[in-house]
C-alpha cells in the first residue's frame, strides 16, 4: 500500500491558496478532469498525451503538501474519493464584511484559523454595507459581531450625550 493509499480526508492539509469550499470543489473537479483525460488517453494508448497534464498551483501544492502520489489511477481514485468527503465534512466560518476583503487577506485570515481552529478551515465570505466597518464571524457553535455598527450602537447614550454637551457650548 502506497502513502497515498494510506492518506485520508481527516489527515490532509489545504494550502493558504485553497480559501473557500468554492476553492476545495474546484479541485475536486480539477482531479477527476485529470483523472479523465489521464485514463481516456491510457485507453486510447495516445503516446503523445502520455505525459501528466498541466496542473494548477493549488492542486500542484496540494499534492506536495501531502507528499501524495498521482501517477496510478489507483492512487488517484482514492484522492478523488477523500476529497469529496473532505469538501463534504471541511468546516466553515462565515464572514461577513461591509466591503469586499482581497484574496490576500482572505489568506491570512484562513491561515490563523487553521493554526487556531481547525487545520482545514475554510471561509465563506459575503457583504453587508450596514455593518460600516469590522467583521460578522459565525461558527456552527458560536457568533461574534464584531463591527462598528455595534460598537456605535453600545455607546450610543454615550454619543448623545457626547453631542448635547457639544451643542450647548456653542
Not at 35 to 50: C, H, I, P, Q, S
Not at 94 to 115: I, M, P
Amino acid at each position: 500500500m502506497t502513502k497515498t493509499q494510506d492518506a485520508t480526508h481527516d489527515t490532509f492539509t489545504l494550502p493558504t491558496t485553497i480559501v473557500s469550499k468554492v476553492d476545495v470543489s474546484r479541485l475536486v473537479d480539477e482531479v477527476e478532469a485529470v483523472n479523465n483525460e489521464l485514463t481516456t488517453n491510457a485507453v486510447r494508448k495516445n503516446e503523445e498525451a502520455e505525459a501528466m497534464p498541466t496542473l494548477s498551483d493549488q492542486l500542484t501544492d496540494f499534492l506536495k503538501d501531502n507528499e501524495l502520489e498521482f501517477e496510478t489511477s489507483g492512487d488517484r481514485a482514492h484522492i478523488i474519493k477523500e476529497l469529496r468527503l473532505l469538501k463534504n465534512k471541511v468546516p466553515v466560518v462565515n464572514l461577513t464584511f461591509a466591503v469586499a476583503a482581497d484574496r490576500e487577506s482572505l489568506q491570512l485570515l484562513v491561515d490563523w484559523f487553521r493554526k487556531e481552529a481547525h487545520p482545514q478551515t475554510v471561509l465563506s465570505v459575503s457583504l453587508q454595507p450596514a455593518l460600516i466597518a469590522g467583521v460578522y464571524v459565525r461558527t456552527p457553535n458560536q457568533i461574534h459581531d464584531l463591527s462598528m455598527r455595534t460598537k456605535l450602537k453600545g455607546g450610543r447614550s454615550v454619543l448623545l450625550k457626547e453631542l448635547e454637551a457639544f451643542r450647548g457650548s456653542k
